[in-house]
């Protein structure tokens, strides 16, 4: 009987050690991160890009519009050209460990062959088994400055107001491209509609 005690003692201390032993080998065992690099491969950092227009009223497409993405990284020594998606644009692009710089292209079609905004980034670092996460700013893309789109408003004016003037003006403040409109008789309860085309940029 003794014996028998003896044993599942033995038995249970057995267990209890072996699991000690394994939750301490763990840096952090409730930790995500450690799956999260483990996804990277070995030797290896990651760069996650997030898109953002130039600003709300510029004159460039929605982003979800752009069809396929042309990223090129290049350091001193290697240029890496990667292809995306726009669905597949924020998932994680695994490079070496480095100083990097970035062109992105941003296509309006899956051939590649209307390019409709760009973007860059500049002295970025990639570190070992580390996810750096960065913001692209999409610039609109016209090389000869012909490219235009459709500028919309609808402005509600207090009944009050007879008069009113609306100007708009470049992102680049170049003050002699700025465009004016006058309307007269716009107090009330509806509102001024109307829509002009701008050159991209604006």
Not at 75 to 90: G, H, L
Not at 123 to 131: A, D, G
Not at 173 to 200: C, M, W, Y
């Amino acid at each position: 009987m003794n014996r028998q005690k003896n044993f599942i003692v033995f038995a249970f201390l057995s267990i209890f050690l072996i699991s000690l032993f394994s939750f301490i080998a763990c840096r952090n065992p409730f930790s995500s991160s450690e799956e999260e690099e483990d996804v990277i491969p070995r030797g290896k950092g990651a760069v996650t890009l997030l898109l953002e227009g130039q600003e709300a009223r510029t004159i460039l497409p929605q982003i979800p519009a752009f069809r396929a993405f042309e990223l090129v990284f290049t350091t001193e020594r290697a240029s890496i050209t990667v292809s995306r998606c726009f669905s597949t644009m924020s998932n994680p692009i695994h490079l070496y460990p480095g100083t990097y710089n970035l062109q992105v292209t941003a296509f309006l079609d899956d051939e590649k062959q209307q390019p409709g905004a760009w973007g860059e980034l500049n002295n970025f670092r990639i570190v070992l088994r580390r996810t750096n996460i960065q913001t692209i700013i999409l610039h609109p893309f016209d090389p000869d400055g012909s490219e235009t789109g459709t500028f919309s408003w609808s402005i509600s004016f207090p009944r009050e107001v007879t008069d009113a003037r609306l100007n708009i003006s470049p992102l680049s403040d170049n003050a002699s491209d700025e465009i004016e409109f006058r309307f007269a008789g716009v107090g009330g309860n509806t509102p001024l509609t109307h829509s002009t085309q701008l050159k991209s940029g604006f």
